[in-house]
């Protein structure tokens, strides 16, 4: 059975509101107060920053000429917070995110 989805404001981190729809990780849960109020977007940018982190850092191992990685990232809660999934580039995710890096020739 599919995971519930819920429509959540998002606090960005310069203040402005933001909807997204977000997976329930808790589903069948009895606590649905934290569906309430506005979730923060810093947990998911410090995930996004880490993968962005480790990736470069295995591509400055293999010095290629132009790099490009893409993921998907579905936002869900769990625990009263918003995370972020893992998704494959073409799934579903609610965030499309592309990293490049050029190296001079």
Do not use: C, Y
Request: charged share 25%; net charge negative; no cysteine.
């Amino acid at each position: 059975m599919p995971a519930d989805r819920h429509v959540v404001e998002v606090k960005l981190p310069n203040g402005t509101i933001a909807f997204v729809r977000a997976t329930d990780l808790d589903e069948g849960q009895p606590d649905e107060a934290v569906w309430t109020g506005a979730f923060d977007f810093e947990h998911i940018a410090g995930t996004l920053e880490g993968i962005a982190e480790s990736i470069r850092a295995a591509v400055d191992k293999a010095k290629p000429s132009s790099t490009r990685v893409e993921l998907g990232v579905e936002l869900a809660v769990t625990s009263g917070k918003l995370v972020g999934l893992i998704v494959e580039g073409g799934g579903r995710g609610a965030l499309t995110v592309t990293l490049e890096w050029h190296r001079p020739d």
